[in-house]
């Protein structure tokens, strides 16, 4: 961030460099190093590969044509560009919930994942779990899909959510709230508290 | 016990992981590829730009403009004159209708010209920091649906908006501020235009059929979260941004006039000369601190000005600038359809 006390060397918030990147295009690759990899990885995730590439560097051409519509007020722009590949991912729903399917009938799933905060347990919970998992998130409505993955997997507070999607805050609480539920039906999980 | 929430982060399908580097590789190609080949918007929503907060830590200097309100110029093609925002920009859709399709949006083939004159808040990024400047260029563009256009950009210079801006940029080593390229650049075919956050064809902007108030609820529902200041400020701008420098047949001109008549906050400031001296009518929005004020001629209803002037205090903005400081402005010196790169209306 600019700051007042200049003489401390800072980084530029991505508010800065998108108002920056208005006049001088080329200031928008910072944006893109910054944030691509994990986009990518997100949208991996939700869509498999090769679209998931495809798709983050889609989100990263449309920000481009839209980076003037950022709203400096927000020095983060996680959430926009998260809104912006979830936006893309509706338009491959079919393609989502194909995979989502097919995912549902493996049979052997090894533990894995690259979320090593997850911790070993979850991981190998999550691979006993994996074919429920999936059957699950493709029983969702798509947006409680996306509240529900923006959270679990881009780690966006409830107001970035809301930012990302464009709802209100409380519709972000109903909506992770019914997709908890409906994965923990899906798992056998006992009630909680989400 | 493990929770949903923990089983769903470490939920990996059996599937080859992510190609980063490689992803990344291609991403980045395609990225600078998009830039080199997308048109460029003739000038930047500049109140955006002025919005990040401590983007600029201290007072704007003024910049002459010369808009006189209230001058009591003698216009004699209108009549009545407007008392208020609505009637002034009723009569300036009224205009907009009259005005012939061939006169404002080009068929296949032709192009859209416009020559601007715009100063605008312009910040250096470097890894130390950096530093804002006001600077102004001049832009011709010729941009067409179906042929390469073409773009002659001239930096007229820069202003400091602050001695410490200036400072600033000393400390960052006086790099060359950046600009839009000076220069003669070939634009790729263009084949629509922005209403809102719409990216609409050529096709769709000549078919376009709504009234004012279809369009403004249109353009309202289609604001995202977290974009402006407010709802209301965001269409105020999207419809800016629909009026200055795209092509817009005599339909949706005039439904954007009459979709801005709904904004709320939107008033009129009267009879007034733009920048070149032309008679205008003015109309305005404030917030946040600031007044962003659109004058239009009121016999074609094409938009000639623009401007934002500080009008009082605003926690957000992050810098400091007295009241009168003219922060932004533009002036659309000419615009039409033409049929060759070169020519003008």
Redesign the interface.
Same mark, same amino acid.
């Given at each position: 961030?600019?700051?007042?006390d200049?003489d401390a060397?800072?980084?530029?918030?991505d508010?800065?460099?998108l108002?920056?990147s208005?006049?001088?295009?080329?200031?928008?690759?910072?944006l893109?190093e910054r944030h691509?990899?994990r986009i990518?990885?997100w949208l991996?995730?939700r869509v498999?590969?090769p679209l998931?590439?495809d798709l983050?560097?889609e989100t990263?051409?449309r920000a481009?044509?839209?980076r003037?519509?950022?709203?400096?007020?927000?020095?983060d722009a996680r959430?926009?560009l998260f809104?912006i590949a979830s936006h893309l991912v509706h338009d491959h729903q079919r393609a989502e919930l194909r995979r989502l399917r097919a995912?549902a009938r493996?049979r052997?799933?090894?533990?894995?994942?690259?979320?090593l905060?997850?911790?070993a347990?979850?991981?190998?919970?999550?691979?006993a779990?994996?074919p429920a998992?999936?059957a699950a998130l493709a029983g969702l409505r798509a947006e409680e899909r996306d509240v529900?993955?923006l959270?679990?997997?881009a780690d966006l507070e409830y107001e970035e959510v809301?930012?990302a999607?464009?709802?209100?805050i409380g519709t972000v609480r109903s909506r992770l709230h019914r997709a908890?539920t409906h994965?923990?039906a899906a798992?056998d999980?006992?009630e909680?508290t989400? | %016990?493990?929770?949903?929430?923990?089983?769903?982060?470490?939920?990996?399908?059996?599937? *080859?992981? &992510?190609?980063?580097g490689a @992803?990344?590789d291609?991403?980045?190609a395609?990225?600078?590829q998009? %830039?080199t080949a997308?048109p460029?918007?003739a000038h930047?929503?500049w109140w955006?730009? *002025?919005? &990040?907060?401590?983007?600029i @830590?201290a007072a704007a200097v003024a910049v002459a403009l010369v808009l006189s309100l209230g001058s009591g110029v003698q216009e004699g093609r209108i009549a009545p004159a407007p008392a208020t925002a609505a009637q002034a920009l009723e009569q300036a859709a009224r205009s907009a209708e009259r005005q012939p399709v061939g006169e404002v949006f080009p068929r296949p083939g032709q192009f859209f010209y416009t020559s601007t004159r715009a100063t605008?808040?312009?910040?250096?990024?470097r890894?130390?920091?950096?530093a804002c400047a006001l600077?102004t260029q001049h832009r011709q563009a010729w941009v067409s649906a179906t042929r390469r256009g073409q773009s002659r950009t001239t930096v007229l210079g820069h202003r400091w908006p602050s001695p410490r801006e200036r400072q600033?940029w000393v400390?960052l080593g006086s790099p060359r501020l950046?600009?839009?390229p000076a220069g003669t650049f070939a634009l790729a075919p263009d084949h629509g235009a922005y209403l809102g956050?719409e990216r609409l064809s050529s096709t769709q902007l000549r078919r376009f059929d709504q009234t004012g108030p279809a369009l403004y609820r249109r353009l309202r529902d289609g604001v995202?979260?977290?974009?402006?200041?407010s709802r209301s400020g965001e269409v105020f701008t999207e419809i800016g941004d629909a009026l200055r420098e795209q092509p817009a047949p005599p339909k949706l001109r005039a439904a954007l006039y009459r979709a801005l008549k709904l904004v709320p906050g939107v008033r009129y400031l009267g009879r007034v000369r733009d920048p070149l001296g032309r008679p205008a009518l003015a109309v305005a929005r404030t917030e946040g601190g600031t007044r962003r004020e659109l004058l239009f001629d009121p016999a074609t209803a094409a938009m000639l000005a623009e401007r934002e002037v500080v009008v009082g205090p605003d926690a957000?903005r992050g810098f400091d600038a007295p009241e009168g400081t003219v922060i932004a402005d533009a002036v659309y010196e000419q615009r039409g359809v033409v049929d060759r790169i070169g020519q003008t209306p």
């Open positions: 961030m600019l700051q007042a200049h060397p800072a980084q530029p918030t508010a800065t460099i108002a920056a208005v006049a001088d295009p080329q200031a928008f690759t910072a893109f691509f990899a990518h990885r991996h995730r498999g590969a998931a590439e983050a560097a990263f051409t481009f044509d839209r003037d519509r950022f709203d400096g007020a927000y020095a959430p926009w809104g995912l493996v052997r799933w090894e533990p894995g994942g690259d979320d905060t997850a911790g347990v979850a991981r190998v919970d999550a691979a779990a994996g998992v999936a529900l993955l959270v679990a997997w809301a930012r999607t464009g709802v209100p908890r994965l923990r798992l999980l006992p909680g989400a | %016990m493990t929770d949903e929430l923990q089983i769903l982060r470490g939920w990996a399908p059996p599937e *080859a992981g &992510p190609d980063e @992803a990344a291609r991403a980045r395609r990225l600078a998009h %830039m997308a460029r918007r930047p929503r955006l730009l *002025a919005a &990040p907060p401590a983007l @830590a605008y808040l312009n910040c250096l990024i890894a130390g920091g950096g600077s600033k400390r950046a600009t839009m956050n995202k979260h977290g974009q402006g200041t957000r």
